[in-house]
């Protein structure tokens, strides 16, 4: 009994030292408390793990929020600009980080940032349509056919108007991340262009990808993104279309059985920041802003090479039937129902970007 005792006595100091070693939870995401296999991620980017900068006299807080999973890329890029920021600025700024759509979803944490009304930094692309038209080229189908091309289109002329226009619209650009080609997930085998006549599927709220699911003969239903797995799941919708990250890190594989390969988008979304409040931060600040949103996009787009081939070997592995397609039939009919569509300013960036092939 005595033995018992000692023994019990001894457990309950051992978990009251691991309970101390623990520290409190934030409700902010930061390295400290991401998972494991986050954390793990994020130390092969940095030489060295150095202790968090001092941001309890904070004169700025931003806040980031993004609509995807803390095991994706862009989750870790956050992780880095946070870093770099708390850091570089001597814990004068602090960062904190709102994944997996906390904040609502991406159309609702853009509002936030132009109402100033809690979010202050985001990831968003073709979106941006609904405050700035032409930014819908973004989510041309077909346009770009390589990465070489997007990487031409994103440092070249176009690039540049498309920064533009998102400043008019009241971000500013201070990074960019590249994203690898969508394709359609489904319960039903699509082989060819005329199974996809009446497929209800779930599209990003953006006007130009809803017209290129039209014209396919699909009923394209615009969704935030954390409402896609449960509808899947309840048959409120059959497919979805996504890069490969973001089928494997949403578990889409779950809930899906084909994965049609019709690379019918190669886009990117901004890491924006609100223009009113980068305006805010005196110019030393602004710097490091500028530079941690660099410092973000080199660490996503290491990752994002890294992944793309393993999650395409994970989602097989994972049950998910890969459907080769006519690639150029998709093509004809997304292309030729968006280009009528489209106003004489969008022609013309279609028409740049195009001759960058």
Not at 54 to 70: M, P, Q, R
Not at 231 to 251: D, F, H, R, V, Y
């Amino acid at each position: 009994m005595r033995k018992r005792l000692t023994a019990l006595v001894m457990s309950a100091i051992m978990a009251a030292s691991l309970a101390a070693c623990g520290g409190s939870s934030t409700t902010s995401t930061t390295a400290a408390s991401a998972p494991a296999e986050t954390k793990a991620a994020a130390e092969t980017q940095a030489p060295a793990e150095k202790p968090a900068a001092d941001t309890s006299k904070a004169e700025f807080t931003l806040t980031l929020g993004h609509i995807n999973a803390e095991s994706d890329s862009w989750h870790q890029g956050a992780l880095a600009f946070k870093e770099y920021v708390e850091e570089n600025s001597n814990g004068r700024v602090a960062v904190e980080i709102y994944p997996n759509s906390q904040l609502g979803s991406e159309i609702e944490m853009i509002t936030s940032i132009l109402q100033q009304s809690g979010c202050d930094i985001t990831f968003t692309g073709e979106s941006m349509q609904t405050y700035e038209p032409d930014l819908g080229m973004i989510g041309m189908p077909y346009l770009i056919q390589s990465d070489e091309q997007m990487e031409k289109v994103l440092t070249g002329e176009p690039g540049k108007h498309f920064e533009e226009l998102m400043e008019k619209a009241g971000l500013k650009v201070i990074g960019y991340f590249t994203r690898g080609p969508r394709y359609i997930t489904s319960n039903k085998k699509i082989e060819k262009l005329a199974d996809m006549q009446n497929l209800l599927i779930r599209t990003p709220q953006s006007p130009m990808t809803v017209a290129a699911f039209e014209a396919t003969g699909a009923k394209p239903t615009p969704m935030a993104l954390s409402e896609v797995f449960t509808s899947l799941q309840q048959g409120t919708i059959e497919a979805q279309e996504n890069p490969l990250a973001m089928i494997e890190t949403q578990s889409f594989y779950e809930v899906q059985k084909y994965l049609i390969k019709t690379a019918h988008l190669r886009a990117w979304v901004y890491i924006g920041i609100g223009k009113a409040q980068f305006d805010a931060l005196p110019a030393d600040l602004q710097q490091v802003v500028l530079d941690g949103g660099k410092r973000a996009q080199e660490v996503e787009h290491k990752l994002f090479l890294e992944n793309e081939e393993k999650y395409e070997k994970q989602l097989q592995e994972q049950g998910m039937e890969f459907v080769d397609v006519d690639v150029q039939e998709f093509a004809d009919a997304m292309i030729n129902g968006v280009l009528p569509t489209l106003t004489d300013s969008q022609k013309a960036i279609y028409d740049s970007i195009d001759a960058l092939k």
